[in-house]
């Protein structure tokens, strides 16, 4: 929807003054609200034409519409056809929220009817403030008044040039006109901070209303904060948001990297998501998310796989343009760059503008108590941060609170000690030359190999043994390119994008399944190189079954020598099993009896022989099934009856016993620490 507020002012004095006492202003105001009807109900494009308020002379008006109006035009039409003799004073885009003020004051005044009404006839029903208000969804205006080449500038300041540039060619190659066709495509705008999404998302949004590719300046946007989320306030602020846009932002500042979807709320976030589909041509999509953010886009590619999304990156650049990006920042301040502030760049490595911008705020907090305000250089710099580092450190609890894994678990913290020898080493001038971190883990299907891995990830970050602790995972499809001399190039690029944290690389061994070896072979050719360039910088952990890992590990002879550890995932016991269903069920809410998990047990014990059992993706699987019987057998039962133990208790004959392969598995044997 587009929403505008205009102002008009009053000829006749007498007609001013009408409207100024209570009785004749009720009695005119009851007048204008059925000419007011009658003025919208007669128009073609659907749009609704109201007075909002009248003080004075001055009357203020609203309109709201399907597409973009003149508004200048057609004020004079609209007040003679209410019979208001008024001069057009300016008009202007507002927003939603705004727009709900308007209606509600017209409402009071009784300019209009019932405001609600008004609403429904745009499709938007049992929608007021409150509802944007409990959601926490805040509604804002795109900046049109940037010119093409200030917008392409803006996107090199912000360091977001290399895929901006080329989206924003394809904006302004398109036909520039009224008629709007729909959205070709939506956007995943990928960056570390949130200043840094906000820019590029800001030059991208004015980019496409300059193009009329958005048609309504006003855009929504939902984050962390929102509230509680119901199906019907969804469609509802979707349609409010028709012809806009709508953002989604999964960016968290002070949350733990791979931790955004749970931060933002998974049931939130598919709540939002199952809707996008239906309105994909209607709202223009932008999601705002972390660089590595694989489970977010599993997530999306779930529920909007009809949709076409471009990825929008921060760019990576050298020590120069790094040098060059800072001085730049200095300037805009008014003070000047110093070899302090580029002796925290290293020559070796590549940097976005969230990493730039970092270091530049830690250098300008030190130059204003140092330099500006030396009065204060005795004070030492707050501590609020590093207890909240302390409080989020849980990362080593979470891996010693997962059920099993006894033996990966004993291996991940000798890995850990020996990693924190080693940097004791380094403090103490000590000259070792750092081992590799680069490790193997060999298991089975849903034996939680992702997720020590996740959680690895972060135990290292919290122990400073890397600098960003995140988890990027790949897949053969993600390093192999489709022609020779591709591979290389996507290997390296993803080595990049796993700087500072753990790369993931999981069935490693598909890398060598080519009938020619070629492709496979630049892939591990490449990984061997990138490992001992970044040996200082990232971990690599290959992952995929005990025996085909063997083979893997003897294509090159290289590799195995850059691995320190190796962590085997044995299969969960029938016993762990039932307590890994009692934790799934206690997140949702759920108790499982104990005649239940008697029987659970029984089908595990039964289901471990079959040679494709998935572990805990096995029970995550019934579960699910036992949840959905479950729902059968309450409904079926005296409404009276249903007490909120029994809504919640799990029992026996809601448990499915599947039909088993007695096959059985072959055994798999892992690798010792």
Same mark, same amino acid.
Do not use: H, Q, W
């Given at each position: 929807m587009l929403y505008y507020q205009f102002t008009g002012k009053l000829r006749d004095s007498d007609t001013a003054n009408s409207l100024q006492s209570r009785q004749e202003r009720r009695e005119a105001a009851i007048g204008l609200s059925d000419m007011t009807e009658k003025y919208s109900e007669g128009l073609d494009d659907g749009s609704f034409w109201f007075v909002s308020n009248v003080r004075g002379a001055e009357v203020t008006c609203g309109v709201i519409g399907c597409g973009r109006l003149d508004i200048a035009g057609r004020a004079k039409c609209f007040f003679s056809g209410i019979g208001l003799d008024a001069d057009y004073g300016v008009s202007r885009s507002v927003t939603f929220r705004k727009m709900l003020e308007m209606l509600e004051k017209a409402e009071r005044e009784d300019y209009i009817g019932d405001s609600s009404d008004v609403l429904s006839r745009f499709g938007i029903k049992d929608m007021d403030g409150s509802v944007l208000r409990r959601m926490m969804i805040r509604d804002g205006m795109i900046n049109d008044c940037m010119k093409q080449e200030k917008l392409y500038e803006a996107a090199r300041r912000g360091l977001a040039i290399d895929t901006l540039a080329p989206e924003l060619d394809r904006i302004f190659a398109g036909a520039d006109g009224e008629k709007h066709y729909g959205h070709p495509v939506h956007y995943l705008v990928e960056a570390d901070s949130d200043a840094t999404a906000l820019n590029a998302m800001n030059i991208l949004l004015s980019a496409l209303y300059m193009n009329g590719r958005v048609q309504s300046r006003c855009f929504f946007e939902i984050d962390s904060t929102a509230g509680r989320i119901r199906t019907d306030d969804i469609k509802n602020v979707y349609e409010a948001a028709t012809g806009g846009a709508f953002v989604i932002s999964l960016i968290n500042d002070w949350c733990e990297n791979g931790d955004e979807l749970e931060s933002f709320g998974e049931d939130t976030f598919d709540a939002l998501c199952r809707e996008v589909q239906a309105y994909g041509n209607r709202i223009l999509f932008i999601f705002r998310v972390p660089r590595e953010c694989t489970a977010i886009k599993k997530r999306l590619a779930e529920y909007m796989g009809g949709l076409t999304f471009v990825e929008l990156k921060e760019d990576d650049v050298g020590i120069e343009e790094a040098k060059n990006w800072l001085d730049a920042k200095a300037k805009e301040r008014g003070i000047g760059a110093d070899e302090m502030l580029f002796a925290q760049l290293d020559p070796q490595k590549t940097y976005t503008a969230t990493e730039l911008g970092r270091i530049y705020d830690r250098w300008y907090n030190t130059k204003l108590k140092t330099v500006i305000y030396p009065q204060y250089c005795c004070f030492s710099e707050c501590k609020i941060k590093q207890e909240k580092e302390k409080q989020k450190g849980d990362a080593y609890n979470e891996l010693a609170s997962m059920i099993g894994l006894a033996e990966a678990k004993t291996v991940i913290d000798k890995a850990l000690n020996f990693y924190k020898l080693q940097r004791i080493y380094k403090d103490r001038g000590i000259d070792q030359a750092r081992p590799a971190m680069h490790m193997v883990f060999t298991g089975n299907p849903g034996t939680a190999k992702t997720t020590v891995a996740r959680l690895f990830a972060r135990i290292m970050k919290e122990n400073e043994l890397l600098s960003r602790g995140h988890l990027v995972e790949v897949g053969r499809g993600d390093l192999v390119g489709r022609f020779v001399g591709w591979t290389a190039k996507t290997v390296e690029a993803k080595f990049r994008e796993a700087d500072g944290g753990v790369l993931f690389i999981d069935e490693a061994y598909s890398l060598v399944d080519d009938r020619d070896g070629c492709f496979g072979d630049e892939a591990i050719n490449t990984i061997v190189q990138q490992m001992e360039n970044r040996r200082d910088?990232?971990?690599?952990?290959?992952?995929?079954?005990?025996?085909?890992?063997?083979?893997?590990?003897?294509?090159?002879?290289?590799l195995r020598s850059r691995i320190a550890f190796h962590v085997p995932f044995n299969d969960y016991s029938a016993t762990e099993l039932c307590d890994i269903a009692r934790h799934i069920g206690k997140s949702k809410g759920l108790t499982i009896s104990d005649e239940a998990a008697l029987k659970f047990e029984r089908?595990?014990?039964?289901?471990?022989?079959? @040679?494709?059992?998935?572990?805990?993706?096995?029970?995550?699987?019934?579960?699910? !099934?036992?949840?959905?019987?479950?729902?059968?057998?309450? /409904?079926?039962?005296? @409404?009276?009856?249903?007490?909120?133990?029994? /809504?919640?208790?799990?029992?026996?004959?809601?448990?499915?016993? @599947?039909?088993? !392969?007695?096959?059985?598995?072959? !055994?798999?044997?892992?690798?010792?620490?």
């Open positions: 910088s990232l971990v690599v952990i290959f992952a995929g079954y005990p025996d085909k890992m063997e083979g893997f590990l003897n294509k090159n002879p290289g089908v595990f014990e039964a289901a471990k022989l079959s @040679p494709d059992f998935g572990n805990g993706r096995y029970v995550r699987n019934l579960l699910e !099934k036992t949840e959905m019987n479950m729902a059968g057998r309450l /409904l079926a039962i005296d @409404p009276a009856a249903m007490t909120a133990e029994a /809504l919640t208790l799990i029992m026996p004959e809601d448990i499915e016993v @599947p039909v088993m !392969k007695t096959e059985k598995r072959e !055994k798999r044997i892992g690798f010792g620490a």
